[in-house]
């Protein structure tokens, strides 16, 4: 890494006199208008002009940094002219199209009066006169729309499906909510009712989910407009509010949640409701189910008028209730006859993927280094294996079977099945499964199979998945406990039912999860 | 971050080693190197971004304030005049007519951090725990404070009432001297743990009990960790008892019993007391708390029931009575609490005994279980029409097989007996296991369970099942 001269970038056409102009962001009570007095002055002093070119380049360079290899941004030119890669935040620079590694970035400054630099590795702003890193709120949104969704421009999905132009009103916000008191933090424990706590971690994951929380927060499901009794999801509403608006810290007692849970009588979950312990994963299906009945479908039991009558609940993908939008993707499993070439396509939707760790465990390309997720997922959804199937042409036996994920969900819950029977005798299976923080799903989607590089970037980005809640069972199979740790923002709590302490993330990282939750990264 | 160029660069330091000439290993180094300084950068960067933006916005905060202080009053009457340049000027920022420039680096020119919703600072430390620092009692802080980080206390510095141990759970595990402590004062939940604990201190928080909660159901209160078990009296329906719950409607619907619950009206019709022996006093006073979900019913109607009870009770109460006393002998030693008097008119009721049975199996005692369903054949083959309610009770348990004359005559002496077994019990006396003289060793256990649901059995039996199964 010597000293460097600029060496200008590639891959940066200057689209000549982009009609498009720009805006400086209002202003908001509580903000300063730029980052620093001195991108002020670039930005407010020289002109609609020069703030136009320099909000252009700004974004130029973010589509440079995220948009292509990181190669790209990283490789800066020597004096002599020669291509130099490093590891190392290069510069990029915001007024020509320079890119400079840090000691260059100061000999740059000097000979060209070249001021600000866009940092190669997260696309933050750098004032040379600051000698800092500056937050602008104008181009700072522009980042974190770039860095999240890969787009300046395109909406997510839910934004479109949950949100009423009227209801965004600043106005109409204003004069119909509160503002919610700087203590209430959604942070509190959820009292053991007795052998519940595999209801409680369920509970916790539903109120750390970015898309349940706003959907029960914007009044998805109003309580007080619902006719049906013990509903479920006014028991959630209610257990929200209770989360967000509240400052209490002392736990929760969700009866009602549980008595909705014992007065709704759903067949496949009957056996569910008693004072026993039992499988958090099981109580997850059923919360989801009822969910998605009560808010996408019809109730089986009522016959009401629904305004909101969805497509019912036969036909799982054209549900759009908020249980769908979050949990639901779609698999493709893809059989190929071996003899005559035949394939056949089936699609199914999930709620979850389960990760048999029995079978898993067993495998020799596992046996040798630790378990881990994504080797686990590479072992169901990137190789083909071996099955029976009867081809319709050759009615051949054997073919191969490759099972891809066709569509992910916004929230990913991976379940680690823990439970082996053997003889008729069940036990648990104690391996220990790594999982990161940060999960990369584009591997095990059928758009990995020929990897198209102009976009396989920004699909990759939409693809990556943040670590949101891991389920934990301690203990055997008859008996034990569930314990989850949850993330708010970059902090991580333990939740122990009604007791809440700080957890490291080395401290989860080592935990033998059983349920993990992912929440996909360009919504947050 | 800002002094990056200035100080040295520093990499990671590898030790000295001969075999330095080593090209591929100077290149792991290398690149082991950089990619560690890209953790640090990117980590350094968050904070610093976030603590750059809260700064920057605490400046504009300020200044606003201060704005605001100084506005010119707006004049109505002139309203069509140009407003004036409002400007005010500080060392971080500067304002001008709802706009604010910063001025220069606010981590410079700004110390606090104030909370853009509230406008109250924000405390930096927390208050107790790891990293804690006194805060200025003069401030008033904005209300999201850091988290506290100390054992036994969660992250808002709360400590909790231990629970007993339980399955899973030992003594040992639970040993923690301030919550140890702060128990012994609280009467109720957690008599299980039988260590004697030292003096409360003076000055420690005061551990939080479990609340109560209302049932949606029926509408009583409840210690929470009941509610669960309650449940299952309450609504039922859930699991393998569904069906035999619903049978035992059918078959109570004469009665007017519900399942679970009798109604008041069943207990109004039968005729007053005579002179019920009333040793102790009414109640305990912690009995609301000690009260589980199998005396869901007010405590009103229960006196009501006290007097109107009895003559119905005798018939019943034999059999309650002479396992209630067997009981004494048996694995009360969980429970300490006064039985209120009460409760044993309740234990006289079909109803409310199909109940008890019901709860019967909770506690997951091994030892109780076989001897149960063995009870309940026999109850099958003797079922006397009462009886077969209890077959059908959503515990199943309620096996009474004492013949009726047996337990007619001996129906008020035996009573007389629980209560002073339970007097003895109050004492604080655990009782030995018992072994039953008299009678198959079958029909004993099944008495013995019976006898459990006698009041201050039941609660200890409630108790001791709520430990039990309690997953934690």
Same mark, same amino acid.
């Given at each position: 890494m010597s000293s460097i001269m600029p060496s200008s970038r590639p891959?940066?056409?200057?689209?000549?006199? @982009?009609?498009k102009s720009f805006k400086i962001r209002d202003p908001q009570p509580g903000?300063?208008?730029?980052?620093c007095d001195h991108l002020q002055m670039l930005l407010?002093?020289?002109?609609p002009e020069r703030m136009n070119k320099s909000i252009h380049n700004y974004k130029t360079c973010l589509r440079v940094i995220f948009d292509n290899t990181p190669i790209v941004p990283q490789t800066s030119k020597t004096t002599k002219g020669h291509p130099f890669t490093t590891l190392t935040p290069n510069y990029l620079c915001l007024q020509c199209s320079a890119t400079t590694t840090e000691q260059g970035r100061r000999e740059h400054g000097a000979e060209f009066s070249h001021r600000f630099y866009v940092e190669s590795r997260n696309g933050c702003l750098y004032c040379q006169m600051c000698d800092d890193f500056v937050f602008d709120p104008t181009l700072e949104d522009l980042r974190l729309r770039k860095s999240g969704r890969g787009s300046y421009t395109r909406k997510r999905k839910l934004d479109e499906l949950f949100t009423d132009p009227v209801k965004e009103d600043p106005r109409f916000i204003a004069t119909n909510t509160v503002v919610a008191p700087c203590r209430a933090s959604g942070i509190r424990g959820i009292y053991n009712m007795g052998a519940t706590c595999y209801m409680n971690v369920i509970l916790q994951s539903f109120v750390h989910n970015p898309l349940l929380r706003n959907f029960y927060l914007g009044d998805g499901h109003q309580s007080a407009d619902c @006719?049906?009794?013990?509903c479920m999801s006014c028991a959630m509403d209610d257990m929200f509010q209770e989360f967000y608006a509240l400052e209490l810290t002392t736990g929760y007692s969700a009866t009602n949640i549980l008595a909705s849970f014992w007065l709704s009588k759903r067949k496949a979950y009957e056996e569910l409701a008693t004072n026993k312990e039992q499988d958090a994963h099981e109580f997850f299906q059923f919360l989801t189910e009822e969910l998605h009945e009560i808010n996408g479908g019809s109730r089986p039991t009522e016959i009401e008028d629904n305004l909101v009558k969805k497509v019912k609940s036969e036909n799982d993908a054209g549900c759009k209730c908020i249980v769908h939008q979050t949990f639901y993707g779609k698999l493709q499993s893809t059989i190929t006859c071996q003899s005559c070439g035949d394939i056949s396509i089936s699609v199914e939707s999930f709620l979850d993927l389960s990760l048999g760790l029995d079978v898993l465990s067993k495998r020799k390309s596992l046996k040798a280094s630790g378990l881990s997720l994504q080797r686990c997922l590479d072992e169901e959804y990137s190789r083909p294996e071996r099955c029976e199937h009867s081809c319709h042409q050759c009615s051949k036996q054997e073919a191969k079977k490759q099972l891809r994920i066709k569509s992910l969900p916004n929230v990913l819950c991976i379940q680690l099945k823990r439970f082996k029977q053997y003889n008729g005798l069940a036990s648990k299976i104690d391996t220990k499964v790594s999982f990161p923080l940060q999960l990369e799903m584009f591997p095990y989607t059928n758009r990995a199979k020929n990897p198209d590089t102009k976009q396989s970037y920004e699909l990759a980005r939409s693809c990556t998945y943040d670590l949101q809640t891991v389920v934990v069972h301690v203990g055997n199979l008859e008996t034990g406990h569930y314990v989850s740790y949850s993330r708010v923002g970059d902090q991580w709590f333990k939740f122990n039912d009604h007791n809440v302490t700080l957890a490291t993330k080395s401290q989860v990282l080592s935990e033998q999860a059983f349920l993990l939750f992912y929440v996909v990264r360009s919504l947050a | 971050m800002s002094n990056n160029d200035n100080s %040295?660069?520093?990499?990671i330091i590898i030790p000295p080693d001969e075999n330095r000439t080593d090209n591929m290993g100077a290149l792991a180094h290398s690149i082991l190197d950089d990619i560690v300084y890209n953790i640090i950068h990117d980590l350094v960067l968050k904070i610093h971004r976030e603590e750059k933006m809260s700064k920057g916005s605490t400046a504009a905060i300020l200044i606003e304030r201060k704005a605001a202080q100084t506005a010119p009053p707006y004049d109505e009457s002139n309203a069509a005049a140009p407003i004036p340049t409002h400007r005010v000027e500080v060392d971080s920022a500067i304002y001008e007519n709802g706009k604010v420039y910063l001025k220069e680096n606010p981590l410079k020119t700004t110390g606090e951090i104030i909370c853009p919703k509230c406008h109250l600072p924000r405390l930096l430390y927390p208050s107790d725990g790891a990293g804690a620092r006194k805060p200025d009692p003069l401030v008033e802080y904005c209300k999201k404070r850091p988290y506290i980080e100390k054992p036994y206390h969660d992250i808002y510095g709360q400590t909790f009432q231990m629970e007993g141990p339980g399955r899973g759970k030992k003594k040992k595990d639970m040993i923690n001297p301030l919550l140890q402590s702060a128990k012994e004062g609280t009467p109720s939940g957690s008599q299980d743990s039988p260590n004697p604990s030292p003096p409360p201190s003076e000055g420690l928080p005061k551990p939080i009990s479990f609340p109560h909660s209302k049932c949606q159901n029926c509408n009583t209160f409840l210690p929470i960790k009941r509610m669960n078990n309650h449940m299952v009296k309450c609504i039922g329906g859930g699991g393998r008892d569904s069906s035999r719950a619903a049978l035992l409607k059918i078959q109570s619907n004469g009665n007017g019993s519900q399942n679970g619950n009798t109604p008041p009206g069943s207990r109004a019709g039968t005729p007053a007391p005579p002179?019920? %022996?009333? %040793?102790?006093?009414?109640?305990? %006073?912690n009995k609301r708390e000690a009260g589980d979900d199998f005396e869901s019913d007010s405590s009103p109607q229960k006196k009501k029931k006290v007097l109107k009870k009895n003559p119905a009770t005798k018939l019943k109460a034999p059999k309650m009575a002479k396992s209630a006393s067997q009981m004494s002998s048996s694995n009360l030693s969980f429970e300490q609490k006064a039985p209120g008097t009460d409760d044993e008119d309740d234990d006289g009721d079909d109803d409310n005994d199909g109940d008890f049975g019901a709860s019967v199996p909770e506690p997951k005692k091994k030892a109780v279980k076989p001897v149960l369903k063995k009870a309940k054949d026999l109850n099958n083959i003797g079922g006397a029409q009462p009886k077969k309610k209890w077959l059908h009770g959503k515990g199943g348990v309620k096996p009474n097989l004492a013949p009726p004359s047996e337990s007619l005559d001996s129906a008020g002496g035996i009573k007389l007996k629980i209560k002073n077994s339970n007097a003895a019990q109050n004492g604080g006396k655990p009782l030995p296991p018992k072994n039953i003289a008299n009678g198959s060793p079958k029909l004993h256990g099944a008495a013995t369970i019976n006898g459990k649901s006698a009041p201050g059995v039941v609660r200890a039996d409630s108790e001791s099942s709520q430990t039990l199964s309690s997953p934690n």
């Open positions: 891959a940066t056409p200057a689209t000549p006199a @982009s009609p903000v300063p208008l730029f980052g407010a002093n020289g002109g @006719s049906y009794k013990n | %040295p660069q520093t990499g002179g019920v %022996p009333n %040793p102790k006093g009414k109640s305990s %006073p």
